[in-house]
């Protein structure tokens, strides 16, 4: 066996544009097999050197992301909420959601929005991870220090080598496989990107979409790692995108063990080592508020400011976390590239572009920590002086505010999902009864029409999932359904019922005065439903007790021009524009589209804002802090002793439910 070579020996040179020979080739002969580095931790991959490496550039990195934060937050975000709200007023709306979005995509200004999204979306690669790379691979070369501006155009000249088809895969890559999978680099803006609650929830009731779901999220998650150096790649070796992504699965592949084994385990303690000190530092910053008299104002303000600064300490790790990671897997990069056997095809076809900057190799890693990093005293004291100056003020403002800010209970309408939720069997009258005597303000129930023109109730597109029988309910009569019973899949009392008319429910809901949320569903949700189920709420002068609900904005838009007496809720889980200006009375949000700036937005438009389907603890425990006017759930004898359990909330529970989850 031969012996095997030091990653310091091998150099990682600029490709030239059209090269139509290996890389590696200009450090070994042609016909010598790619070598790998020794399966043990390579000295310029120490966490000594690597953190040492860091410190020395860190004033860099943070400016830099300053600089970014401001032109993004400033600058881009604005311009690009300007073009939206603009093209969104072009096609005659204020605002378009799940209920509206596809002619509007179809239309000239929604497919001028995807191109000036995609451009946008480009930008903030560009800047956000682009910069950061550059910036860490010249600081491996040696170079402490930087210009801003340097370093930003240094970022944008790295544009147009994405902009182009095979860009989108990276866009993809950004934009859906890490925010789904947590694997790779991504931008913040899309931190909080997933799947909707009520799209799970279906899925992981059905074992076979679970399967199918566990195989896609296992698959995008092994893109993520495998695609992890592609940026590396097309910045660093002057890749094409294509080729950038096929070198990148190699290097994982060839060199898997050296990250896996090596140079992960030692990051992970790192990160448990901060994890530990963060919970630590929250644990002593809450200590003086709970040792002071309970709910007196020094303890809520000594209480306030250690959570204020601890939040502040915790923000700046998060803000370094990022480059600190991009600095890792640039020196793991440059130490292991060299080492994968590489092709032609690779590379920027002639024509291209050459790399953006001078590659480092593998010895200026090992050198990166030699100079220890300059401190600037006065400016960090300066800071810190700041901070502490403005935590404090802070606080004592809070403390004195206490209970206006951090509401010890709010009033919330509960909604129960189904009729009763887990209470009975789902969308039947007895769900009714259980969602009254619970103390539901709403239940909620779905619509559809029978093949005779009845309405009866159900919510899925078919029987089967309730009552055994997979046919539809426009395939049937109303005899045909009434025969039918809904089983009880909560196991609660009773175990069965049968399927119930409008009329009956709404018989049900006016003799328990409780509210009626009448879900128009299905394929026969049209003008002619509006008009039956309104004049059968006429009938029995409910017209105040009931909602009309649709998930179809036209639907909406119809009822609140011919019936503007009767009340209307539009049910969506994402929107863009202006939200408030949606029509309304109830704007019903799922979970992840009900922030707290939409819902202060909802009811500025003077509209109430309910978010669904709320059936976790986590979930609870989050809107019954907010400032939303109900919410629907199938556990409505759990949000009751939830809202119970808040009202008796310590200062600290308050705080930290306004501040952290809410």
Same mark, same amino acid.
């Given at each position: ?13 600029? %490709?030239?544009?059209?090269?139509? /020979?290996d890389v590696a080739s200009s450090t070994a002969p042609s016909t010598a097999a790619p070598r790998r580095p020794r399966s043990n931790l390579p000295r310029q991959l120490t966490l000594g050197g690597l953190v040492g490496g860091f410190r020395s550039t860190i004033g860099r990195f943070l400016q830099y992301q300053v600089l970014a934060a401001l032109l993004v937050g400033l600058v881009i975000l604005p311009l690009f909420r300007l073009a939206l709200t603009g093209l969104i007023r072009w096609s005659g709306r204020r605002a378009i959601s799940s209920g509206d979005y596809l002619s509007f995509l179809l239309s000239v200004q929604g497919i001028v929005l995807v191109l000036v999204g995609l451009l946008v979306l480009s930008l903030l690669v560009v800047i956000n ?11 491996? !070369?040696?170079?402490?220090?930087? /210009?801003?501006?340097?370093?930003? !155009? ?71 790692? =495998? ?5 590396? @790649? ?55 508020? #709970? ?46 590239? +060299? ?14 572009? @050459?790399?953006?900057? +001078? ?37 004592? =403002? ?45 239940? %909620? ?15 899925? +597109? ?16 109303? #005899? ?13 009392? +009773? ?24 879900? =128009? ?21 409910? #017209? ?5 609900? @649709?998930?179809?904005?036209? =639907? ?8 503007? %007496? ?11 524009? #202006? ?63 939830? %809202?119970?359990?808040? @009202? ?15």
């Amino acid at each position: 066996m031969p012996t095997e070579p030091t990653p310091q020996e091998h150099h990682m040179p600029a %490709e030239t544009p059209g090269a139509s /020979t290996d890389v590696a080739s200009s450090t070994a002969p042609s016909t010598a097999a790619p070598r790998r580095p020794r399966s043990n931790l390579p000295r310029q991959l120490t966490l000594g050197g690597l953190v040492g490496g860091f410190r020395s550039t860190i004033g860099r990195f943070l400016q830099y992301q300053v600089l970014a934060a401001l032109l993004v937050g400033l600058v881009i975000l604005p311009l690009f909420r300007l073009a939206l709200t603009g093209l969104i007023r072009w096609s005659g709306r204020r605002a378009i959601s799940s209920g509206d979005y596809l002619s509007f995509l179809l239309s000239v200004q929604g497919i001028v929005l995807v191109l000036v999204g995609l451009l946008v979306l480009s930008l903030l690669v560009v800047i956000n991870i682009n910069g950061l790379m550059l910036i860490a691979a010249d600081s491996l !070369k040696g170079h402490r220090k930087g /210009t801003l501006w340097g370093d930003l !155009k240094a970022a944008l000249a790295s544009f147009p080598r994405f902009v182009q088809p095979a860009g989108l895969l990276i866009l993809a890559y950004v934009g859906l496989v890490v925010p789904l999978t947590g694997m790779g680099f991504g931008l913040s803006a899309l931190s909080g990107l997933r799947i909707p609650n009520f799209i799970t929830s279906v899925i992981y009731a059905n074992p076979l979409y679970l399967t199918g779901y566990t195989v896609l999220i296992i698959l995008l998650a092994v893109v993520g790692v =495998l695609s992890i150096f592609v940026f590396h @790649s097309v910045l660093l070796r002057g890749s094409t995108v294509w080729g950038g992504f096929r070198f990148s699965w190699r290097l994982v592949r060839q060199q898997a063990r050296l990250f896996f084994v090596g140079l992960l385990p030692r990051l992970l303690v790192l990160f448990l080592i901060a994890g530990a000190v963060a919970a630590v530092f929250l644990v002593l910053a809450a200590l003086p508020g #709970e040792l002071l008299e309970p709910q007196s104002f020094g303890a809520r303000f000594a209480l306030l400011t250690g959570l204020l600064l601890a939040a502040v300490v915790l923000a700046v790790a998060g803000f370094v976390l990022a480059p600190f990671a991009i600095y890792v897997q640039t020196a793991f990069f440059v130490v292991a590239a +060299p080492h994968v056997e590489q092709t032609a095809r690779d590379v920027q076809k002639a024509g291209g572009s @050459s790399p953006f900057t +001078p590659a480092p190799t593998a010895e200026d890693v090992r050198h990166a920590g030699d100079q220890a990093p300059r401190r600037r005293r006065r400016l960090v004291t300066g800071v810190v002086a700041l901070v502490l100056t403005l935590c404090v003020g802070l606080a004592a =403002l809070l403390a004195a505010n206490f209970d206006d800010v951090f509401a010890q209970r709010r009033d919330m309408a509960v909604v129960a999902h189904r009729t009763g939720g887990d209470l009975a069997p789902e969308n039947s009258v007895a769900g009714v009864d259980a969602a009254a005597k619970a103390g539901a303000a709403f239940s %909620e129930f779905d619509v559809r029409r029978t093949a005779d023109g009845a309405y009866m109730i159900n919510h899925d +597109p078919n029987l089967k999932r309730v009552t055994g029988d997979s046919r539809t309910m426009e395939e049937m009569t109303s #005899e045909q359904i009434a025969g039918l019973k809904i089983h009880n899949q909560f196991g609660s009392q +009773p175990s069965e019922a049968p399927v119930p008319t409008l009329d009956q429910i709404l018989d049900a809901g006016k003799k328990d005065e409780i509210g009626m949320f009448v879900e =128009l569903k299905g394929p026969t949700a049209d003008h002619q439903m509006v008009e039956d189920v309104i004049r059968t709420i006429r009938e029995k002068g409910m #017209e105040d007790q009931s909602v009309l609900l @649709s998930l179809d904005y036209d =639907l909406i838009t119809y009822i609140e021009e011919k019936h503007p %007496e009767i009340q209307t809720g539009y049910l969506f889980y994402f929107s863009v524009g #202006e939200a408030d200006m949606l029509v309304g009375d109830y704007l019903i949000l799922e979970e992840d589209a009900a922030t707290p700036d939409r819902i202060a937005r909802i009811h500025a438009g003077g509209k109430k804002a309910i978010v669904w389907t709320v059936n976790t603890k986590e979930s609870m425990e989050k809107f019954l802090g907010s400032e939303a006017d109900g919410l629907i759930t199938d556990h409505v004898t759990q949000v009751k002793d939830t %809202e119970e359990e808040m @009202s008796h909330r310590t200062d600290l529970q308050r705080v930290v439910d306004t501040l952290f989850v809410g």
